[in-house]
Structure formats: C-alpha cells, structure tokens
C-alpha cells in the first residue's frame, strides 16, 4: 500500500508540478477554495475574464483572493498555452520577462502570432495560461466536457501520455509533415512548433575558457564542486532531461551520473529563471538549462557563454525539447485549432517565435537571427514515445537521490 501510495504521488507531480498537500489539511487549503469556486463559475458561461498584467499560470489573485479564469466566450476556439513556473501572463510558453531585468515588459511571441492569426482568419482566440503539467491535468479532468480547443506543451513526452490515454485528436496536413518525423506524432496528434535545446550555460568570470566543459558527464568531476545548478522537475524540460538519459543510458548509469552531480553538490533549484539569473550574477559558475535563456541573460548584459554539449561524433547529443500543439479532443471547435495548427507553421509564424523568442525553427527555411538552426545541433536521439513510457520511473528515480527533484 505504501508503494501504492508513493506511485499516486510521483504521478500527481508529474501532472501537477507539485506535491499533494497533507490529506488532513487539503480542504483548508487556499488552492483547493479557488478550485470550487471555479466549478461554480463555469456554470456562468456568459462571464470571462481578461488577463491583467500580473496574472499568474493557473490563478490570480484579485482583492486578496484566488480568482481562476473561466472559458472563453461561447463560439470562440480556447488555446492552452503552457508556461513555466510563475511566470507573468506576457510569456505563455517561452523565457521573455521571466525576471526581464531591464523591466521593459516586451509583449512575448506568442501574441503577435495569435493576433495575425486573427487578423487573416477572423477568428478570435481566447488564452488560457498554465503550466504544462497542470493544463495537462485540467484535460483529463474535463475529458466529459473539454473546455479548451488546442494545447500548446513545453516539451513532448507530456502530449504522448495524453495521446495513450485518448485525450487528443490527430491533425496531419502538409503543413504538419514540413515538421521533421522526430518533432512530430507518428500517431499524429500532435506537432512541434519551435524546439530548445538543452544547454551548458556558464559564467565566463568564473570559467576560463580552458575549463569550459563539452560534456555534462565532465561536470561530475570534483573541480565543479558546489557551482553547478539545474531547475528541479517541476520544470518539465528537466524531467525530459534526465528520462532522455535513462531511455539511452540506462536507469543504472544515470543513477551513477547522478549520484556524481550530486556528490558535486548539485543546487536544485525552483526553475530555469533562477539557473540563469543565478549563473549571470555569478552565483554558480555552471547551470543546466534551454537554449532561450542564454540569449536572454546576454539581453540582459550578463556575463554568460554557452556549450552545446556532447557534440563530437558518436557523442550523447543533446535533447531538443518541442514546443508541441495538439487538438484536444471532443473540442468545440476543431476547425479553427486545425487552422490555428497550420498557421502557426508558416514561416511568417515561424519567424516570430525564432526572432522574438529565440526558439529553434522546425521548419525548413526559417533562420534566426539568435537560436543556432536545427540542422547545425547534433541531437539526442531520443523519441517522445521513450520519454512518456519511462517518465514515471525517472520521476521515482531521482527522488529517491533527492527529494527536492
């Protein structure tokens, strides 16, 4: 039973981003209060409300109360878009504003994507932000009665645990089959839209440039010792991280790897925000985080370089992380999410999130300026079906060494 228990748990904070609460205080808690006072609001369909300037994934607070947003207006397609952890409703899936220095409140990618989309099609879109994780959880709650038409996820082992448990329908046109296979369902139902790779990012007043590492197994060597950070699982391209490790690893050798980064005293920190804030203010000499961010702490005119890593031939690679978009199933209105898939992939779309957001392009012919292209990065390989099935046995894994995981 106990091992029962711990299974539910693992699986609640892969869903959710977050532990379960004590079972004896979870009426009481504030989180659980503004989850049935949103069951009551959604009865009133006529009512929404817009996305103030602060508003935070999952819930805002309003007058000293948790206030979630109900669904859209009736008629309107309803996007899910995925953000990290705390972060301000200007930056639905990507790093722009998350702790933005200079405090200039730059619009993100997102939005003048879903206005041109608007704009060429007529179809207004209505916005739901959370994290991938608990969006994901909100579509299983509402499988019944889908509230949302499209989701947008961080990363792909997440839209694949969704396809095994029926909760997406597939979308395939010519726009979809630009995508590479390896950005893409072979089921279909969901697509990537932009990629970020997984990083090395250091402090270039701390690191000289001979000391570098190439590898992330290299930061297992004592000389790293308590100046390595990384975001801990509630930042899924993390857990992606280290599931990629133990589909082509093994769970044995990744346990080692861990256990070195560990003895390393590895800081495990809340999210990617904290990684390159940190490692900019030189805080840590080393952090592991995505790609967007190095071009957000150099924005920022902090001083960082950046390894992508196990590049040599026959090496590990690196893993890219889609940003994947789906359409839920039972939605309202599939028309206009499939249209909405399409338009995202052309390339005045694609050159938005690449030149705004510093995401990788997956369509062929879209160059950014900042994010070094697809083609230049050797890639992990490692499938998105791999990454669903072992996610739950990493997730155990590297708890057992650390439960701030």
């Not at 155990?396 to 701030?404: E, I, M, Y």
């Amino acid at each position: 039973m106990r091992g029962d228990h711990r299974v539910r748990e693992l699986r609640h904070r892969a869903f959710t981003g977050r532990s379960r609460p004590a079972a004896r205080v979870h009426h009481h808690h504030a989180q659980a209060r503004a989850l049935r006072s949103l069951q009551q609001v959604q009865e009133l369909r006529g009512i929404y409300y817009g996305l103030p300037i602060q508003i935070r994934c999952q819930f805002y607070f309003q007058n000293g109360r948790a206030v979630w947003r109900p669904h859209s207006r009736p008629g309107w397609p309803v996007a899910l878009i995925a953000c990290r952890r705390g972060r301000p409703a200007g930056d639905l899936f990507g790093p722009q504003g998350e702790g933005d220095q200079a405090g200039r409140g730059r619009v993100h990618a997102i939005k003048p994507v879903v206005d041109a989309f608007t704009q060429q099609t007529g179809i207004q879109v209505d916005l739901k932000v959370g994290k991938t994780s608990g969006l994901a959880n909100e579509i299983r709650m509402e499988k019944a009665r889908p509230l949302g038409d499209l989701y947008i996820s961080t990363e792909s082992g997440i839209v694949e645990i969704l396809t095994k448990d029926g909760l997406l329908d597939p979308y395939q046109s010519a726009a979809t089959k630009a995508v590479p296979a390896d950005f893409r369902s072979v089921a279909g139902t969901w697509t990537g839209i932009s990629g970020r790779a997984r990083i090395i990012l250091y402090n270039t007043n701390l690191v000289p440039e001979k000391d570098v590492p190439t590898s992330i197994f290299d930061l297992t060597n004592p000389k790293w010792k308590g100046k390595l950070a990384i975001a801990g699982t509630r930042e899924r391209t993390t857990l992606a991280w280290a599931t990629a490790l133990v589909a082509l690893k093994g769970e044995a050798f990744t346990r080692d790897y861990l256990k070195g980064l560990h003895a390393n005293d590895l800081k495990i920190l809340t999210d990617n925000t904290e990684v390159w804030q940190g490692v900019g203010r030189g805080e840590f000499a080393i952090g592991l985080t995505n790609s967007p961010n190095y071009y957000l702490a150099r924005q920022n005119n902090l001083p960082v370089g950046v390894v992508y890593p196990d590049q040599d031939k026959g090496a590990f690679g690196t893993p890219i992380n889609p940003n994947a978009v789906a359409v839920i199933k039972g939605a309202a209105n599939p028309e206009a999410a499939r249209k909405f898939i399409d338009f995202v992939l052309s390339p005045a779309a694609q050159r938005i999130l690449a030149t705004q957001d510093y995401e990788i392009p997956l369509v062929a012919g879209v160059n950014s300026s900042a994010a070094l292209p697809l083609q230049s990065i050797k890639r992990t390989a490692v499938k998105a079906q791999q990454l669903a099935d072992l996610e739950e046995a990493t997730l155990t894994l590297l708890t057992s060494l650390n439960p701030n995981w």
